[in-house]
């Protein structure tokens, strides 16, 4: 059979396993494995050939990246970051309706430079904003909403998994994707909280009883003061990439040092609290370095098909306009986040999209930051949602899935608004990252 029909064969194939409730990995591995063995015809050459894949896939130093980033952002949460930043936040505004809602989504732009991570956010801001809105009689899909919707600043601004993730695809600098998101991530935040206080004018019920209030500047000072911590371990993390002082893997170590003795100094860091955070670091890292090795065998499989160029020269040959084609790979996105998750939606897609892209002369940088961000509109929507269901998980009987889905859903409009404005300015991504 014709090597790129077998190609076909196998993408057809690996959506209908994952449409089964295959594991995503799983389903890759093994699919490779039998592409490759197809198109060779020998079991031994397609097993040696994975093999060689498999270790490539992970061995090289800037992999080191991941782990180390997903330590600093556990370990911040440890230290309580989290509820500094998000009272910092509050209590600048003591004025302002809203203020809470608006207060979430700075404390997660901020937070968004520690963790890299959306499911985390939305995991740690359920437990600490979500009371204090619903105490004040917020509606309850509105605060589900302002949550959900604000964590996914997590894979935007930088450090970003699906930053560092693309770029291995790609073969991009992650440092220069990390600078790329970081207009992309300052833009959405400020559209939420225009957004936000939008809505509360045209319905003030949405913020229940919050009322303006009186605050002494001792408690501003001292709410500031417990921020300028974790504020100097950002700008000692991302000043360190930006300077040239660090390669992306070292800052990950400085960072994931520096949140250790953070939640040290604070007294927060318990041997129990330790061997959990490194569990926790340890089970993330490996289910995505077990997807990536996956996603590395799944990319030599198409290649030796010779399917990757076969769709670019198809997409290209419809004689679309060049906008139109990336109008299509992010509806792609769209639907494939309503099956899979982030990080399984750029392993799969990216390895067929790239030569599309190079071929139209797109700044490859740019369709990171523009997949990066259709992407994680799949991170709300439902049925999978993964955010959705991190918070259903910690909120348990006190939320159902389509309260946060309804109330995640104007979040996810103004994602797609910020989405179109990357499409139609893509100096917005690329403007940084040329200075640098």
């Not at 992970?58 to 782990?67: I, R």
């Not at 040290?264 to 955070?277: C, F, I, P, Q």
Request: proline share 4%; net charge positive; charged share 10%.
């Amino acid at each position: 059979m014709d090597p790129g029909l077998i190609g076909v064969v196998m993408v057809g194939l690996l959506l209908g396993t994952i449409l089964l409730g295959i594991h995503v990995g799983v389903a890759l591995a093994v699919l490779s494995f039998a592409g490759v063995w197809w198109v060779k015809g020998s079991f031994s050459i397609a097993l040696k050939l994975l093999g060689i894949a498999a270790f490539g896939a992970v061995s090289d130093y800037v992999f080191g990246v991941l782990p180390l980033f997903v330590l600093m952002g556990l370990a911040s949460a440890l230290s309580g970051a989290t509820a500094d930043l998000y009272n910092a936040a509050n209590v600048l505004m003591p004025r302002v309706r809203g203020r809470l809602a608006i207060a979430t989504v700075q404390a997660n732009a901020v937070f968004a430079a520690i963790t890299g991570v959306s499911v985390a956010s939305a995991a740690i801001f359920s437990k600490v904003a979500l009371p204090e809105m619903l105490r004040l009689g917020y509606d309850k899909r509105f605060a589900l909403g302002t949550v959900g919707g604000s964590s996914v600043l997590g894979m935007l601004i930088p450090p970003s998994v699906l930053f560092i993730i693309y770029g291995i695809l790609a073969e991009q600098s992650i440092g220069k994707l990390f600078i790329a998101g970081i207009v992309p991530g300052l833009v959405l935040t400020a559209v939420y909280v225009a957004g936000i206080s939008l809505m509360v004018r045209r319905n003030p019920r949405l913020v229940g009883g919050e009322r303006a209030v009186r605050l002494a500047n001792g408690e501003r000072w001292r709410a500031l003061g417990k921020v300028w911590p974790t504020a100097t371990l950002i700008a000692l993390v991302l000043g360190g990439i930006y300077g040239g002082l660090f390669t992306p893997t070292e800052a990950g170590a400085v960072g994931a040092c520096g949140a250790l003795v953070l939640a040290w100094l604070k007294r927060r860091l318990t041997w129990g609290g330790l061997w959990d955070t490194l569990l926790e670091t340890g089970h993330a890292t490996a289910a995505i370095f077990f997807l990536l090795i996956a996603a590395s065998m799944y990319s030599r499989m198409l290649t030796l098909t010779g399917l990757p160029s076969r769709f670019g020269e198809l997409v290209t040959g419809l004689d679309l306009p060049a906008h139109a084609v990336i109008g299509l790979f992010v509806v792609i996105f769209l639907v494939l986040g309503t099956i899979l998750d982030s990080t399984s939606i750029m392993l799969v897609s990216i390895p067929l999209m790239l030569p599309v892209v190079r071929a139209l002369g797109f700044d490859v940088m740019w369709f990171g930051v523009v997949s990066v961000v259709a992407v994680e509109i799949g991170l709300l929507t439902p049925p999978f949602g993964m955010v959705v269901f991190a918070m259903k998980a910690v909120l348990g009987d006190g939320a159902s899935l389509e309260e946060i889905f309804q109330g995640t859903t104007p979040f996810m409009a103004m994602m797609l608004f910020v989405l179109g404005l990357l499409i139609l300015f893509p100096s917005l991504s690329t403007w940084l990252p040329w200075l640098v």
